[in-house]
């Protein structure tokens, strides 16, 4: 279900406590799109919760992840035993 899918990943992005309004109308229009049958009514609500995904995408702190040369380092220094 949708509802599951976006709730997972505003707990990714760690927003709900930033913007605890947007968080919830997301949820609120990801259940009704899993409960719409109607292609039109299905059509607008996707659109208005791409865009509030959108905006919550945009307020997450950013997230260091590493790269390749992260990587390398890492592994290095596990090997060396430090």
């Known amino acids: ?29 990801a259940r009704t799109f899993d409960e719409t049958d109607a292609p039109t009514s299905r059509a607008i609500v996707a659109r208005e919760l791409s865009a509030v995904m959108k905006t919550l995408r945009g307020l997450a702190p950013v997230q260091a992840e590493g790269d390749a040369l992260d990587d390398l380092a890492a592994r290095r220094a596990r090997r060396r035993g430090a």
């Open 1 to 29: 279900m949708v509802a599951d899918e976006i709730r997972a990943e505003i707990e990714q992005l760690g927003v709900a406590s930033v913007a605890p309004g947007q968080a919830a109308l997301a949820e609120t229009l």
